[in-house]
Nanobody, 132 residues
Framework: VQLQASGGGLVQPGGSLRLSCAAS????????IGWFRQAPGKEREGVACISNTDGSTYYEDLVKGRFTISRDNAKNTLYLQMNSLKPEDTAFYYC??????????????????????????RGKGTLVTVSS
């Protein structure tokens, strides 16, 4: 099982980026999965998570309305579309899963609450820097 995040970079405040997480060794559609981030001096936190059974999503309050998590099952790839980026979004972003089926918004929320280190399978991060 491997997860490879990519798409990070330097972007100005108000800009957009799309992160990708390529999954291999398992079928993305069979399990819940999420994006986590760690900003300088802060703990790693769940940002957005998605269920596999019904596509329900959960977003951490600070990104709600700006970030969108989605999944392309044909490509076995997870995405995070980030719009209206702010300097406080600067962080390493990671994708992770514990290879468990997840249902509904509550399931997605619990997945995020488990945290990055609560996941059995964790990818390396991609750095997003929001600065003028």
């Amino acid at each position: 099982v491997q997860l490879q995040a990519s798409g990070g970079g330097l972007v100005q405040p108000g800009g957009s980026l799309r992160l990708s997480c390529a999954a291999s060794g398992f079928t993305l559609d069979d399990y819940g999965i999420g994006w986590f981030r760690q900003a300088p001096g802060k703990e790693r936190e769940g940002v957005a998570c998605i269920s596999n059974t019904d596509g329900s999503t959960y977003y951490e309050d600070l990104v709600k309305g700006r970030f969108t998590i989605s999944r392309d099952n044909a490509k076995n790839t997870l995405y995070l579309q980030m719009n209206s980026l702010k300097p406080e979004d600067t962080a390493f972003y990671y994708c992770a899963t514990d290879l468990q089926a997840v249902t509904g918004i509550m399931g997605a929320r619990l997945l995020c609450a488990m945290g990055y280190y609560g996941m059995d399978y964790r990818g390396k991060g991609t750095l997003v820097t929001v600065s003028s």
